[in-house]
């Protein structure tokens, strides 16, 4: 995907990215072997040839928080193929729906791990957790999660961010993460089925209320069924919303 954009070059949009395929020039490699491109003038061309090397250059090295520079928030999903293997897939509980951070919880594509407050949370803890990672994957996170990590730890998120609501709107996915999922038939664990965002505050006030783990590890459950399945509605939605615009 990210090699086959040419959206972060100077003044170019969609509609220039669009002319661009439209003359089978669909790689960096097909751009630079170009001899000439409609549309782009050869001082440009030179320009833009070395963007795109150094581009390259850059995502070989892995280098992932380049493009968080490069693209804009909205094109981060075109990431997703290269460093998915590297991606981080993150979900917040909340005391109440604008409260304290009660849990972080991250998935990897392996194993969950799980973050609590008054246990193992913490700003040093979180930071080095995130900072192993190429590219950050959450559902509404930059309304919601990313702003209130950054708010109550006091550091910022540098990685690439792709917002899952923002790519599922793009293929006419709309609504909550668990609306979206019942749409996709993905299911979740009996015991945290049916249970939402509103629910999850309540098992925290009453595992604080009551001091039993019971309520905790219900929550747990909950969150971990969030972080795992954003990774398969990434693997869904985002080839889904790339073919849409590449292919169309």
């Known amino acids: 995907m990210i090699r086959n954009s040419f ?28 001899k000439r491109i409609k549309g782009v003038s050869e001082t440009k061309k030179g320009f833009f040839d070395r963007k795109i090397i150094e581009a390259k250059d850059r995502l070989y090295a892995e280098d992932s928080r380049y493009f968080s520079r490069l ?25 109440t729906h604008h409260g304290y951070i009660s849990v972080v919880g991250m998935y990897d594509g392996n194993e969950t791990k799980m973050m609590v407050r008054n246990r193992n949370l913490n700003k040093e803890l979180l930071m080095n957790e995130i900072s192993k990672y190429k590219i950050l994957v959450t559902f509404n996170g930059l309304s919601y ?9 006091g550091f910022k998120i540098t990685i690439p961010h792709i917002d899952l609501r923002h790519v599922c709107s793009r293929i006419g996915l709309r609504g909550g993460l668990k609306q979206i999922e019942r749409q996709l038939d993905i299911r979740r664990r009996k015991e945290v089925d049916g249970l939402g965002g509103q629910d999850a505050c309540i098992l925290w006030q009453t595992f604080m209320a009551t001091g039993s783990d019971y309520y905790l590890d219900l929550l747990i459950k909950y969150n971990e069924e969030d972080t795992i399945n954003l990774k398969r509605l990434a693997d869904y939605s985002i080839p889904v919303a790339w073919d849409k615009i590449f292919k169309s």
Not at 20 to 26: F, M, S
Not at 72 to 90: C, G, I, Q, V
Not at 145 to 153: G, H, K, T
């Open 145 to 153: 999660d990313v702003p209130l990590i950054e708010r109550f730890f």
């Open 7 to 34: 959206i972060f070059l100077d003044r170019f949009g969609q509609k220039k990215e669009r002319s661009i395929w439209n003359q089978r020039i669909y790689s960096w490699n097909d751009f630079l072997d170009a």
């Open 71 to 95: 693209l804009p928030t909205n094109e981060h999903y075109r990431l997703y193929d290269f460093f998915k293997d590297d991606a981080l897939f993150l979900d917040i509980e909340t005391a």
